[in-house]
């Protein structure tokens, strides 16, 4: 189900009506009613039926309206204003109807595509298989995408039984010859040995934790980009340390550092081949005083202003 976002949640403080100089975030986004394309267009995933099939705790369904929360009131600092920004609402998951709401988040993004680029607000980590249906249908089958998780797990189990949070990697390298995957902040003891074993039996690219400062993860990751026509990136915010990003499903103690991740967002983002970011797993109900939601807006926006250099 589609619906338009609320006008309120893109509130703040304003220190200049006209000047753009003085802006921020609320004062130059649009809504789809009144903008049909922009240079960034966001959609939120309003689900986590992926992660209750995942067996993890809910409540990320309510991240797309904390994260526009946090990201209205920050300074517009592009001077780029005009259409630059449209938030076209969200694709809400009814039910249990989580592979429907994926094919219409995929619609969504592939219509975003079209005129610039699409920012998802998730969601569970499921959405990324929405995300990908989109950036898929927007590039054509032929074109190589490049998978690149910022993620504490592979996201790579079985979906014999039914898809997840937890699946959606395997779906895509299974169904897609010309997808690859390379992730980093991998959690040694975060994952099984099995999990370790199919990413490798998938050729897929991947650096722990503790690789994360090495000059062969850059490297790495650069041959990564270059290599395929376009990338579709996606963070899962329980990459970062447990305490800095305490409002997620699956915390993790000795996780990423915000600053580490910033660095990884901003060199990914600057990158003319990505077409599509989403940010996935925060979660408001486990969130302290909106800190998670907060830092996520953070990451939205480097993406953002990256985006344009």
Same mark, same amino acid.
């Given at each position: 189900?589609?619906?338009?976002?609320?006008?309120?949640? !893109?509130?703040?403080?304003?220190?200049?009506?006209?000047?753009?100089?003085? +802006?921020?975030?609320?004062?130059?986004?649009?809504?789809?009613?009144?903008?049909?394309?922009?240079?960034?267009?966001?959609?939120?995933?309003?689900?986590?039926?992926?992660?209750?099939?995942?067996?993890?705790?809910?409540?990320? &369904?309510?991240?797309?309206?904390?994260?526009?929360?946090?990201?209205?009131?920050? =300074? !517009?600092?592009?001077?780029?204003?005009?259409?630059?920004?449209?938030?076209?609402?969200?694709?809400?998951?009814?039910?249990?109807?989580?592979?429907?709401?994926?094919?219409?988040?995929?619609?969504?993004?592939?219509?975003?595509?079209?005129?610039?680029?699409?920012?998802?607000?998730?969601?569970?980590? /499921?959405?990324?298989?929405? %995300?990908?249906?989109?950036?898929?249908?927007?590039?054509?089958?032929?074109?190589?995408?490049?998978?690149?998780?910022?993620?504490?797990? +592979?996201?790579?189990?079985?979906?014999?039984?039914?898809?997840?949070?937890?699946?959606?990697?395997?779906?895509?390298?299974?169904?897609? =010859?010309?997808?690859?995957?390379?992730?980093?902040?991998?959690?040694?003891?975060?994952?099984?040995?099995?999990? +370790?074993?199919?990413?490798?039996?998938? $050729?897929? %690219?991947?650096?722990?934790?503790?690789?994360?400062?090495?000059?062969?993860?850059?490297?790495?990751?650069?041959?990564?980009?270059?290599?395929?026509?376009?990338?579709?990136?996606?963070?899962?915010?329980?990459?970062? $340390?447990?305490?800095?990003?305490?409002?997620?499903?699956? =915390?993790? =103690?000795?996780?990423?550092?915000?600053? &580490?991740?910033?660095?990884?967002?901003?060199?990914?983002?600057?990158? &003319?081949?990505?077409?599509? +970011?989403?940010?996935? /797993?925060?979660?408001?109900?486990?969130?302290?005083?909106?800190?998670?939601?907060?830092?996520?807006?953070?990451?939205?926006?480097?993406?953002?202003?990256?985006?344009?250099?």
């Amino acid at each position: 189900m589609y619906k338009n976002t609320d006008s309120e949640v !893109w509130q703040g403080r304003i220190d200049h009506h006209t000047e753009p100089a003085y +802006f921020r975030y609320h004062q130059v986004v649009q809504l789809a009613e009144t903008a049909h394309q922009g240079k960034i267009g966001l959609v939120g995933f309003v689900c986590d039926e992926g992660v209750r099939r995942n067996n993890g705790r809910v409540g990320a &369904k309510d991240a797309p309206h904390a994260l526009r929360k946090q990201l209205a009131p920050l =300074p !517009w600092r592009h001077s780029i204003v005009e259409n630059t920004l449209v938030d076209f609402g969200d694709i809400i998951c009814e039910g249990h109807a989580l592979e429907l709401a994926q094919l219409e988040l995929g619609d969504k993004v592939a219509d975003i595509l079209k005129s610039g680029k699409a920012i998802v607000l998730g969601g569970g980590h /499921e959405t990324l298989y929405g %995300q990908y249906l989109g950036v898929r249908k927007a590039v054509g089958a032929n074109a190589s995408i490049g998978l690149l998780n910022i993620d504490a797990h +592979f996201d790579m189990r079985s979906y014999d039984n039914q898809t997840s949070s937890g699946t959606m990697f395997k779906q895509i390298l299974d169904e897609d =010859p010309n997808a690859h995957y390379f992730v980093c902040g991998i959690q040694q003891f975060g994952n099984t040995t099995a999990l +370790f074993n199919t990413a490798d039996q998938y $050729n897929v %690219q991947y650096f722990v934790d503790d690789q994360m400062d090495s000059d062969v993860f850059l490297s790495q990751l650069n041959q990564f980009m270059d290599t395929h026509d376009v990338l579709l990136v996606t963070l899962c915010m329980d990459v970062l $340390n447990a305490a800095e990003a305490p409002g997620v499903s699956a =915390p993790s =103690p000795f996780g990423l550092s915000a600053l &580490k991740v910033r660095d990884i967002l901003r060199r990914i983002a600057a990158n &003319k081949k990505t077409v599509s +970011f989403s940010i996935c /797993e925060v979660n408001p109900s486990l969130d302290e005083n909106h800190r998670t939601a907060k830092l996520g807006a953070y990451f939205i926006n480097e993406v953002i202003i990256n985006s344009f250099e």
